[in-house]
């Protein structure tokens, strides 16, 4: 295949070190979700970051700057492609490397330079940018029917106030109960806030930004930013960990400069009403509960206890843990859009997660991200173990 | 007329020299093609995340005690951990040991290092072996210690292993050792000496030479930035 374009050009220097840097000690494959449910070391993070580099000597190395950039061979290139998106971007391996490679942020870059060269995305993955831009989710829904079925007819939305929920498409589309107890929690703190009308909250960006398909995403950004910014928004609470991790981290660089408000994951908005006494939980739990960490909210941006904090509210509960939970947290499956086309490996990932939650003995296993809410539900049917699932938020609003 | 042993240690000469050179040309050349590969490009979104300079020294020596302690794989496998760092310390010492052979005069504290890098040499093959056998634990298929892995810890174990031979047992003349490295770092080759544990040696120094990861100069650095996101990471809602 001939082979022009630079493999590094659109990596930062950081990132070129951090493939160098590798040291192939392999510490990685053990905490893997993918490695645990293929067991193909072939697609492992050192396999493929050696791939990488020889795909960086071939058009970067001084060697081929000064004779030339050498051909690609079109199978390892595709093969790449596939293992690179066959990965969660949980960021486990980045998290125990014991060099510190920052895979979180990585993958999504070298998932970019594929899709750059026309490698990728695949499958299902390939619709959504022509979704997002026809209906702004990448589900292909209609945009009249996002909060249609779920939002509760009782609760009054403030058409200006400082606090803002963005429902996401996730959540709006495929994890109801989740987005109906958010709203549901929200009206009981007693705050007004605002949303923006169906057709107005589009998608955050995220599925394209991790599936390496940039093009639209100043787009969305400034549409959303500005639709805020004119709500008078200084605070935007959101329930998706992929959402808010996108808002937070890349909304400012597509946006040119910092946003005009915070944004807030909704545990920890609703950690905050708990302490300061504007929410109040009238109902105990006599329940052993277990919280499953989703790796864009854990690793990603670092909210951790506040979930927990949350839950040790309920009177009653018992909190249990994961093995590997906070920032070492296990992916359910459903991370990176890889759910979309490795469908198998995401439900096997699903069934650990249920597998150890059942296990240790709890009788709810208690998610916080839709896209995990979706997934593991979806591993529950026909699996020989069984346990309830719950979003944190519906959890909290049954002791209301 | 030169008899044939004569012959053969001169061929021998110049093949083991002709290749030293092509090594040390193509390590010096990956060298340089590193950093040409770094410094050639774009830097779209790196920025430095620590501002204050207290804070950048407290980076810079979290990172160095990173660097040198291998605390990031101490978290993770301590088991590993002892091996990989006795391994790393000892095979440093031993290279430091063996400054003596390429200057001349010798100065003192060189001296000392080869005095050092002797115990060093003990430990190192025993190193490498208790990580095999901590790896080989671990690993039940063996993925998690790929072939290049293995190639390289053989390397240097046999090559750990000539070395206690030598200086234990069958003493090759170090002068003329000496004498011959001096000369291919001067361009002047000396004879060659054919003592055929110094051979094997030797030979599989310039293989390590040639097949030496690229991590050694990168991974330092990625430590160095990793220490700064951890140092300098603030999770969200938590800004001042
Ligand atoms: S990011 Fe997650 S799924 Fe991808 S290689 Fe790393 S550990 Fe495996
Ligand atoms: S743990 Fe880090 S250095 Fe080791 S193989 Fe995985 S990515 Fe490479």
Request: neutral net charge; glycine residues 6%; proline residues 5%.
């Amino acid at each position: 295949m001939k082979n022009k374009r630079s493999f590094i050009k659109d990596l930062s220097k950081k990132q070129v070190m951090e493939i160098k840097g590798c040291t192939d000690c392999r510490e990685c494959l053990k905490h893997c979700p993918v490695q645990m449910v293929t067991g193909n070391a072939d697609i492992s993070t050192p396999e493929k970051i050696k791939i990488y580099k020889e795909f960086i000597d071939s058009t970067d190395s001084l060697k081929a700057r000064i004779f030339g950039k050498k051909d690609i061979d079109e199978k390892l290139l595709k093969d790449f492609a596939e293992a690179v998106f066959e990965c969660t971007t949980c960021g486990a391996c980045g998290e125990i490397c014991p060099v510190g490679l920052d895979t979180q942020r990585l993958w999504p870059a070298l998932r970019r330079e594929m899709v750059k060269r026309g490698i990728g995305p695949f499958g299902a993955q390939r619709e959504m940018q022509k979704a997002i831009s026809d209906t702004g989710n990448p589900y292909n829904e209609p945009a009249e029917e996002r909060f249609k079925t779920w939002f509760p007819d009782e609760i009054k939305i403030a058409e200006q106030s400082e606090i803002a929920y963005y429902a996401g498409c996730t959540g709006a589309y495929e994890a109801h109960p989740m987005v109906r107890s958010d709203v549901l929690v929200l009206d009981a703190i007693g705050e007004p806030f605002t949303m923006l009308s169906a057709d107005k909250e589009v998608c955050c960006g995220f599925p394209l930004f991790i599936t390496g398909q940039h093009e639209m995403l100043e787009e969305l950004t400034n549409k959303l930013v500005s639709a805020y910014a004119e709500k008078g928004v200084r605070e935007l609470v959101c329930s998706c960990p992929c959402c808010v991790n996108i808002m937070s981290r890349d909304w400012p660089i597509f946006y040119g400069s910092e946003l005009p408000f915070r944004i807030v994951h909704i545990s920890q908005y609703v950690k905050k009403a708990l302490e300061e006494g504007r929410l109040k939980l009238s109902k105990g739990l006599k329940e052993k509960i277990i919280y499953h960490d989703p790796c864009y909210l854990s690793r990603g941006v670092g909210v951790i206890e506040e979930p927990r904090e949350v839950l040790r509210h309920i009177d009653g509960a018992e909190l249990i843990e994961f093995d590997a939970h906070g920032r070492n947290s296990r992916c359910c499956g459903a991370g990176g859009a890889a759910r979309k086309i490795f469908h198998e490996n995401a439900i096997a990932m699903g069934r650990l997660t249920i597998d150890e939650a059942v296990e240790k003995g709890a009788d709810r296993l208690v998610l916080s991200c839709p896209a995990c809410y979706a997934k593991v539900n979806e591993a529950m049917k026909g699996h020989k173990k069984q346990i309830t699932i719950v979003d944190i938020m519906e959890l909290i609003s049954e002791c209301i | 007329m030169a008899d044939g042993s004569t012959c053969y240690s001169k061929a021998m000469e110049i093949l083991v020299t002709g290749i030293t050179y092509g090594i040390l040309a193509v390590a010096y050349w990956r060298g340089i093609s590193a950093i040409v590969l770094v410094c050639g490009h774009s830097e779209p979104h790196y920025r430095p995340l620590a501002k204050s300079r207290v804070k950048k020294a407290k980076i810079l020596l979290n990172a160095i005690l990173d660097i040198i302690l291998f605390r990031r794989l101490l978290r993770v496998n301590r088991a590993l951990w002892i091996g990989e760092w006795v391994f790393h310390v000892s095979f440093a010492l031993v290279l430091l040991g063996h400054l003596r052979y390429i200057m001349q005069p010798v100065p003192g504290i060189v001296m000392e290092l080869n005095c050092i890098g002797k115990h060093a040499g003990y430990v190192l093959p025993l190193s490498l072996l208790y990580i095999l056998i901590v790896r080989l634990v671990i690993s039940e298929k063996g993925e998690y210690f790929s072939v290049r892995n293995l190639v390289l810890v053989s390397v240097i174990f046999i090559l750990g292993a000539t070395g206690v031979i030598m200086r234990y047992f069958v003493r090759p003349d170090v002068i003329d050792i000496k004498h011959y490295v001096l000369g291919v770092l001067a361009f002047d080759p000396n004879p060659l000496p054919l003592d055929p544990v110094f051979l094997l040696h030797y030979i599989l120094f310039l293989v390590l030479l040639l097949f030496l990861p690229s991590h050694i100069l990168a991974a330092p650095i990625v430590m160095i930035e990793a220490r700064e996101r951890d140092d300098t990471f603030v999770p969200l809602g938590h800004e001042e």
